[in-house]
């Protein structure tokens, strides 16, 4: 059975720096991201990590060069490191995996699991 678990949300200045991790369990999974939803907004994706021999990294634009997306494939863990956090960047964060592959892996709907989110609140 499928269960992502986030952890690592809290409540900082802005400036300062989160680190989110996601424990997985249940399969291997071939595509994993970071999404996060304020209130009355839509659903977004921040950054995801596709393993493809390699491995292919994707950021939004609001994110690049502040978050850093990581698997630790041995664990089974993602984490995203966040520094010089913005208010703007409060919302709740989701983890999303999925066993297959394909799609823009920044979009919501290619993912068939996801965890219960954990709040990032930053303040000015």
């Known amino acids: 059975q499928a269960q992502l678990m986030e952890s690592g949300g809290g409540s900082v200045e802005a400036g300062g720096s989160l680190r989110l991790s996601c424990a997985a369990s249940g399969y291997t999974y071939y595509t994993m991201g970071w999404f996060r939803q304020a209130p009355g907004k839509e659903r977004e994706g921040v950054a995801c990590i596709i393993y493809a021999g390699g491995r292919s990294l994707y950021y939004a634009d609001s994110v690049k060069g502040r978050f850093t997306i990581s698997r630790d494939y041995n664990k089974n863990a993602m984490y995203l490191q966040m520094n010089s956090l913005k208010p703007e960047d409060t919302a709740m964060y989701y983890c999303?995996?999925?066993?297959?592959?394909?799609?823009?892996?920044?979009?919501?709907?290619?993912?068939?699991?996801w965890g219960q989110g954990t709040q990032v609140t930053v303040s000015s």
């Open positions: 999303a995996a999925d066993r297959g592959g394909g799609g823009y892996c920044l979009t919501p709907a290619i993912y068939n699991y």
